[in-house]
């Protein structure tokens, strides 16, 4: 934990440093909210859909949120032609799976983007993470039917066949490669009552992996700095309109000393998952 604590800390002071851009082919419902956030944690936000510049544009960030919340087929045909273009040239890519399983558009989406941009972290709740692994439907919306703790070994399964590095949100976040696994417990209730709060989380990631190659550290450090200022947001705000403004507020104003005291970071180290028990929990999921 204080290995993690300190690489959060370290990883906060660093992308206020380097201020990386980070190119998010994001919803439309989170878009401005996700770019002040960016803002605010010190990364310099942009946000191009456009099939003409999406490749340009990728080849000058220093990470790639590819959120499938609102598509449309030109929005496919971008994410994956920046996708592309980011795995040629070694830029992190971060799938948030918005809705997966809810439709067959948005499960057999995600697919495709992970087949063919081979992303760094694939960020979704528990629901969305279950139908990756699934061809069924498993959830309602952008909600979860399914507690962390239902999808974990899905989690490190999934991690270990794509060889990425898989994060679920909830209550307690668990984040996984398949052999190493967190949970980050920071965070507030009152998170699930703004939409694009887990959006933003993901795009929280996609700014750390601009500056840590360590995916898993990454990932994991972002969360906890995500959720910390959560937590410092309900301190002063009473309701959801605003906690999100607080929000902004606590992402500019924690202090990488202060997410280092407060971070609640636990890792653990995993035995491999075999593969003839994935199948097992495939077939159960």
Same mark, same amino acid.
């Given at each position: 934990?204080?290995? $993690?604590?300190?690489?959060? @800390?370290?990883?906060?002071?660093? $992308?206020?440093?380097?201020?990386?851009?980070?190119?998010?082919?994001?919803?439309?419902?989170?878009?401005?909210?996700?770019?002040?956030?960016?803002?605010?944690?010190?990364?310099?936000?942009? *946000?191009?859909?456009?099939?003409?510049? &999406?490749?340009?544009?990728?080849?000058?960030?220093?990470?790639?949120?590819?959120?499938?919340?609102?598509?449309?087929? #030109?929005?496919?045909?971008? *994410?994956?032609?920046?996708?592309?273009?980011?795995?040629?040239?070694?830029?992190?890519?971060?799938?948030?799976?918005?809705?997966?399983?809810?439709?067959? $558009?948005?499960?057999?989406?995600?697919?495709?983007?992970?087949?063919?941009?081979?992303? @760094?972290?694939?960020?979704?709740?528990?629901?969305?993470?279950?139908?990756?692994?699934?061809? =069924?439907?498993?959830?309602?919306?952008?909600?979860?039917?399914?507690? &962390?703790?239902?999808?974990? #070994?899905?989690?490190?399964?999934?991690?270990?066949?794509? !060889? /990425? +590095? &898989?994060?679920?949100?909830?209550?307690?976040?668990? +984040?996984?490669?398949?052999?190493?696994?967190?949970?980050?417990?920071?965070?507030?209730? $009152? *998170?699930?009552?703004?939409?694009?709060? =887990? /959006?933003?989380? !993901?795009?929280?990631?996609?700014?750390?992996?601009?500056?840590?190659?360590?995916?898993?550290?990454?990932?994991?450090? @972002?969360?906890?700095?995500? =959720?910390?200022? =959560?937590?410092?947001?309900?301190?002063?705000?009473?309701?959801?309109?605003?906690?999100?403004?607080?929000?902004?507020?606590?992402?500019? !104003?924690? !202090?990488?000393?202060?997410?280092?005291?407060? /971070?609640?970071?636990?890792?653990?180290?995993?035995?491999?998952?075999?593969?003839?028990? /994935?199948?097992?929990?495939?077939?159960?999921?």
């Amino acid at each position: 934990m204080d290995a $993690l604590a300190r690489a959060a @800390a370290q990883n906060l002071a660093t $992308l206020r440093a380097k201020t990386p851009l980070v190119h998010n082919i994001t919803n439309l419902v989170v878009m401005n909210y996700t770019a002040n956030a960016l803002l605010a944690m010190g990364a310099s936000p942009v *946000m191009a859909h456009a099939l003409e510049e &999406v490749a340009e544009m990728t080849a000058l960030a220093g990470a790639l949120v590819l959120n499938i919340g609102t598509l449309a087929p #030109e929005w496919v045909e971008s *994410m994956l032609k920046a996708g592309q273009k980011a795995l040629q040239l070694g830029i992190p890519v971060i799938l948030d799976p918005v809705g997966s399983g809810a439709t067959s $558009l948005r499960t057999r989406t995600a697919g495709r983007i992970i087949a063919q941009a081979r992303p @760094a972290v694939v960020r979704g709740n528990a629901s969305e993470i279950l139908s990756l692994r699934q061809a =069924g439907p498993g959830a309602r919306g952008v909600d979860s039917r399914h507690g &962390v703790d239902q999808a974990a #070994e899905a989690a490190r399964c999934l991690a270990a066949e794509l !060889t /990425c +590095v &898989v994060a679920i949100t909830g209550p307690v976040d668990f +984040v996984t490669d398949g052999r190493r696994s967190v949970r980050v417990a920071n965070g507030h209730p $009152l *998170m699930g009552r703004v939409t694009g709060t =887990g /959006c933003t989380a !993901t795009a929280a990631i996609a700014a750390f992996l601009a500056v840590d190659p360590d995916a898993l550290r990454a990932a994991a450090t @972002a969360l906890a700095y995500f =959720g910390l200022a =959560g937590e410092t947001a309900a301190r002063s705000a009473a309701a959801p309109g605003s906690f999100m403004i607080a929000m902004l507020d606590a992402l500019y !104003t924690i !202090t990488p000393e202060q997410l280092q005291a407060g /971070c609640r970071i636990e890792e653990t180290a995993d035995e491999p998952p075999a593969q003839a028990a /994935c199948h097992a929990a495939k077939d159960k999921e």
